[in-house]
């Protein structure tokens, strides 16, 4: 299937190799701590990329099902499986279950209904055009009272193409400033800024704002209670020098990303 996120797969894949990354240090040990799998438990990561976190949580003792909409990524996932007598486990894994398999987020034909625990969507919904469809399945494959958890950028603070960091010199702060929340938009976002400048040709993907009621109006009509809201900041510091203090105080103030858990009613 056709997306714009096959194109940048590998160079998403050697972003998530690095270790100071966002996912690494502030996503997994947040969701870990809400997701609280416990062993047999059947996870769904929805558009799970290249298994950063299908890995992760199958390390639990899980059975994990990682699915994605793009072939290209899912061969990257798959590639990081160790096939030879231990199929379908990630390498040094003694516990738990990991497959994959290629589908869009609102088309889980291949998943029964009522068969899944959790479903984690993690930096995904966001890219996700058919969100109403995706909740839908996301409450059919899930067992009555399953969780579902959804970490997003902020959509409150990180609003493609209208927002932006400032900085006030006289009084010494630095600040976020919104154009524009509650129109919902559609963006092509570059992946590889510098690409132009080095005469290279960068690939974009695409990404929708929608302001936290549009969400919440989803999971309502599809079933769904929000049960737990929280909002993470950076785990990065800025090296010293004259705004240190400033961005580094921002950071704290300012959340990078939300995390919404939701129960499926009945």
Not at 5 to 24: H, N, P, S
Not at 34 to 59: M, N, W
Not at 95 to 115: C, D
Request: a neutral charge; aromatic letters at 8%; proline letters at 4%.
């Amino acid at each position: 299937m056709s997306t714009s996120w096959g194109k940048v797969a590998d160079w998403y894949d050697d972003l998530l190799k690095e270790d100071d990354t966002y996912q690494a240090k502030v996503i997994l040990p947040n969701l870990s701590r809400l997701v609280d799998v416990k062993p047999e438990e059947h996870i769904l990561d929805l558009a799970c990329g290249q298994g950063f976190f299908s890995r992760a949580f199958a390390t639990t003792g899980a059975q994990v099902t990682g699915v994605d909409i793009s072939k290209e990524l899912i061969d990257i996932a798959d590639g990081h499986l160790s096939r030879p007598g231990r199929p379908g486990r990630p390498n040094g894994l003694e516990t738990g279950t990991l497959e994959y398999f290629v589908a869009p987020s609102h088309q889980l034909t291949a998943i029964a209904s009522g068969t899944i625990d959790k479903v984690i969507i993690v930096l995904a919904l966001q890219n996700i055009e058919k969100i109403k469809e995706t909740m839908e399945e996301c409450a059919r494959v899930l067992r009555s009272e399953g969780k579902l958890y959804i970490v997003l950028n902020h959509p409150a603070f990180r609003i493609p193409k209208r927002s932006s960091w400032g900085y006030d010199e006289s009084a010494g702060i630095q600040y976020r400033r919104i154009d524009g929340y509650l129109s919902e938009g559609k963006f092509e976002i570059e992946m590889k800024p510098g690409a132009a400048a080095l005469g290279k040709k960068g690939e974009a993907t695409v990404s929708f704002h929608r302001p936290l009621q549009v969400y919440f109006k989803h999971l309502s009509k599809a079933g769904f209670a929000v049960t737990r809201f929280e909002e993470w900041d950076s785990h990065k510091k800025s090296e010293k020098g004259k705004r240190s203090v400033a961005e580094d105080n921002a950071r704290k103030e300012i959340p990078l990303f939300l995390c919404l858990e939701a129960q499926k009613i009945g």
